[in-house]
């Protein structure tokens, strides 16, 4: 008999974070098992689409967190089936077995470490992360401060790098998160989760924290710290490179004096908020504004004429506030939406 442990995505769609839940299930080995089948995890296109920018192409660069427990190596050995055996890397902060260590990638990664998760990440340009480091029922409840770092501040260090780095996440649950007040039968995706353990504690935890997450980073919500109406100078990273190269290579007979202003557009918080909605119908902006960058903000031009260098060298940008917004949101992995909404 074999006891499988399936996971099953709670969300689909255009996510970069998806909790789920585990269900147990005792099968034997000739059953199929259910497969992710809601998941966009599973076709190679989706896994261009979800990769941390549109612009690469090709597969995900995955890495696994406590990828020397149960569940890990198997992980592993699926992904690197699917997408390659360089694609996929292993970590842990325990020693691998030889034949772990000579089958793919392997690096020490502590989640409790951020500064060391981050420069893998960076340095070997992950797309997709898999977090499966934790203390499980019984290494928590004989270690409770350890698993409450592992579990929820390790947690909260994926987090933020997943959403520093634009990476997809995936963290899975468990059937620890419910509790003797839960359901006991048919326990519903929704229902009272009341664990008397600290792994269940914190994976309730991490279940909430997905769904935080996902919020903010998908469905569209952002709290600017400036008043709505603070207009300012602004240009698309593209143009102000361009203007740097091209002022540079302008014949010095061209310039008729030494500082020029150089700009694009100009706008408020407000008008962002409008022409990102016109994509992202579910966009909503909240203002918690901050004194100090208000009175930053207040102190700056609203405006900037660029006149002389638009004669004297030729300056003229590319890009307006519709095309910042299409141009900024298909980077982050919006395009099918914005297709849509043209
Ligand atoms: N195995 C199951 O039956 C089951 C069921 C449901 C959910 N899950 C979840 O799947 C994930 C993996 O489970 P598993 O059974 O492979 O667990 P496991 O206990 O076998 O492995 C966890 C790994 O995390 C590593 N780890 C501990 N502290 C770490 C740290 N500070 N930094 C990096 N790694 C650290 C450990 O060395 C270990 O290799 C967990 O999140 C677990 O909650 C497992």
């Not at 008397?196 to 997905?210: C, D, F, P």
């Not at 290579?249 to 202003?261: K, V």
């Amino acid at each position: 008999m074999l006891v499988v442990r399936m996971l099953r995505p709670i969300v689909g769609g255009m996510v970069r974070t998806l909790a789920c839940r585990s269900c147990t299930a005792i099968l034997p080995p000739v059953l199929p098992v259910r497969v992710l089948s809601s998941s966009p995890v599973q076709t190679p296109t989706d896994a261009h689409f979800h990769s941390a920018s549109s612009s690469e192409t090709g597969p995900p660069r995955v890495l696994i967190t406590g990828g020397l427990g149960q569940l890990g190596m198997g992980l592993a050995n699926l992904l690197r089936n699917r997408f390659g055996k360089d694609n996929v890397i292993l970590s842990d902060i325990k020693k691998p077995p030889s034949h772990v260590f000579c089958s793919g990638p392997f690096v020490y990664a502590d989640v409790l470490d951020r500064q060391n998760l981050r420069e893998i990440v960076v340095n070997n340009r992950v797309t997709w992360l898999l977090h499966y480091s934790a203390l499980l029922s019984a290494a928590g409840e004989a270690n409770v401060s350890l698993a409450r770092a592992v579990n929820i501040t390790g947690l909260h260090n994926v987090l933020d790098i997943a959403a520093e780095h634009n990476l997809r996440l995936f963290v899975p649950s468990t059937i620890g998160a419910f509790g003797p007040t839960s359901p006991r039968n048919r326990t519903p995706d929704l229902s009272v989760q009341r664990p008397r353990t600290i792994y269940g504690v914190s994976k309730v935890h991490a279940e909430l924290m997905g769904e935080i997450f996902h919020d903010a980073v998908k469905r569209g919500k952002f709290e600017c710290n400036l008043r709505p109406s603070t207009r300012l100078p602004m240009m698309y990273v593209d143009d102000c490179l361009r203007a740097t190269l091209e002022v540079m290579e302008a014949p010095a007979e061209s310039f008729s004096m030494r500082t020029y202003n150089v700009t694009a557009m100009s706008f408020t918080p407000d008008e962002l908020a409008q022409e990102i909605a016109k994509h992202v119908p579910e966009f909503r902006i909240t203002y918690c504004v901050d004194p100090v960058r208000q009175a930053i903000a207040d102190s700056w031009p609203v405006s900037l004429d660029d006149s002389m260098a638009r004669k004297d060298w030729g300056w003229k940008h590319d890009f307006d506030l519709p095309e910042l917004v299409t141009t900024m949101l298909s980077l982050h992995g919006c395009d099918t939406r914005i297709a849509q909404a043209n």
